[in-house]
């Protein structure tokens, strides 16, 4: 997957001299409509983008995670912390969701 929304020739490119395969979303033609196999791998793309962008987006939004340091071993370890927290918080929210079950 690439850190990018949707494909480039530059991206494309760069992808390809590194001998991987692109996993980048399609954008759908000016006027024109995307075609169905470009529809079915977005949508593939999308439910894995979905899953990975839901921590990140907890972590800013409710956890309330903002990275103003100084140095990049201080963020990385506000960003692991993080993480754990995170990763406790929805430990909490599946057992609870088992044992409602």
Not at 32 to 41: I, T, V
């Amino acid at each position: 997957m690439g850190d990018t929304a949707y494909r480039s020739r530059k991206n494309e490119k760069r992808i390809a001299d590194a001998g991987l395969v692109s996993k980048v979303h399609f954008r759908r033609p000016p006027g024109k409509a995307l075609e169905p196999r470009h529809q079915q791998a977005n949508a593939a793309r999308s439910k894995v983008r979905s899953a990975v962008e839901y921590p990140f987006a907890e972590q800013k939004s409710h956890m309330g995670l903002f990275v103003r340091t100084i140095g990049i071993a201080r963020a990385t370890a506000m960003i692991g912390i993080a993480n754990i927290a995170f990763n406790m918080k929805r430990l909490i929210f599946l057992q609870r969701a088992a044992l409602a079950a």
